[in-house]
């Protein structure tokens, strides 16, 4: 069993499905797998159809085959209990099509984002999804009934990589858009004016929302191990450069580590969770990082 979710959890296995849906399921269960190990033990029946029994709850709701199985006490959890809308806001700009370990940062976060749609529904939970660029280009509203898993990975599987990146702007748009609070996930590489993305996240924070962004570099954008002469391009402007990496490597690094570094201080000023993933990480972190998130709004 172990090594059947490690294997759900792999990036680089699991982005050899063309399958969305595939994807989205095999990565939940097997983050359900390794949770039976972890210290997270206890969320896998918890957020699915049942909570934990509590003073005021009727015994006649309580699951007891789930009881023999685990020695604690569960209830079912109807739909009505449970009223959370939760938004994915998912960067499709060029540069997210950067891939140096055979996923790119794109690759991953369309992963990412449906394995988490596909774990939000099934909480029962309303998720919705955009996608953009330079623009926004699709919104869905949130919505909790389980065919609507189809519609948001319909979208996500048929989209490339666009423009250039635009972040703030679509915050903004959002922030003003989305009336009743919520959980505002944003998936993006962040590269864009460190300034103008906060201005955007601390838009949602204003109306009350959580947020939570998974920054997604790959490695070589943090480590920038190339060991010859090596020819960079721009995806999003085009413009090229030739150098010897280990001429700039520690004077790069030094810049990336303070570009997140920003990015995650400021982000807590603003009681925003900030999780940095590279793509050759396992998805469980961020599974894990969303359930924390979800049991504390709950």
Known sequence: MANLSTTYLNPQIVAKLDNLSLRARLVVEGFIMGLHRSPYHG?????????????????????????AKTDRYYVKQFEEETNLKSYLLLDQSRSMTFQSNGVSKLAYAQTLAAALAYLMLKQQDAVGLALFDTQLRHYIPPRAKSSHL???????????????TSIAPILHQLAESIVKRGLIILISDLFDD???????????????HEVIVFHILDPQEIALTFTSRTRFRDLETGKIITTEPWHIREAYQKQMERFIDDYRARCRQQNIDYVLITTDRPLDRALSEYLLKRRHIA
């Not at 699915?48 to 085959?65: L, M, N, Q, S, T």
């Not at 519609?151 to 250039?164: A, D, F, H, P, V």
């Open 43 to 67: 969320f896998s029946v918890e957020f699915a159809e049942h909570r934990a029994y509590g003073p005021g709850d009727e015994i006649r709701h309580v699951d007891w085959k789930l009881f």
């Open 150 to 164: 189809n519609t948001i990975l319909g979208y996500m599987s048929r989209m490339e990589g666009g423009g250039k």
């Open 194 to 208: 460190p300034d103008e993305v906060l201005m955007g996240l601390k838009h949602f924070r204003h109306k009350k």
